[in-house]
Nanobody
């Protein structure tokens, strides 16, 4: 089973950008569809973006479409989330997730990262 470690979170002003990374261990990373989810205080974990094992297809939540971009580098066992035009409502802990099928569904995730905090100040 793949193990995931996120990095790249931090504090940024509204309108700014951050890039999150999720490093995976194991040689089977390229077999997994990958996704990003987020959880704000007092709220349920919600879907943000997902990408196929090959990277040829992506899908986004309406709330981030046009601002966030998910990508992956299978040679580096890493998936990324580029976040632009950040808003205060994007503040949350961001988690990467692996699923044997695309699109990644929360109830079907086989591995979660530990999360990285993103705070957007208005």
């Amino acid at each position: 089973q793949v193990q995931l470690v996120e990095s790249g979170g931090g504090l940024v002003q509204a309108g700014g950008s951050l890039r999150l990374s999720c490093a995976a261990s194991g040689r089977t990373f390229s077999r997994y569809a990958m996704g990003w989810f987020r959880q704000a205080p007092g709220k349920e974990r919600e879907f943000v973006a997902t990408i196929t094992w090959s990277g040829d297809s992506t899908y986004y939540a309406d709330s981030v479409k046009g601002r966030f971009t998910i990508s992956r580098d299978n040679a580096k066992n890493t998936v990324y989330l580029q976040m632009n035009s950040l808003k205060a409502e994007d503040t949350a802990v961001y988690y990467c997730a692996a699923d044997g099928f695309y699109p990644v569904l929360r109830e079907r995730v086989v591995s979660w990262g530990q999360g990285t905090q993103v705070t957007v100040s208005s």
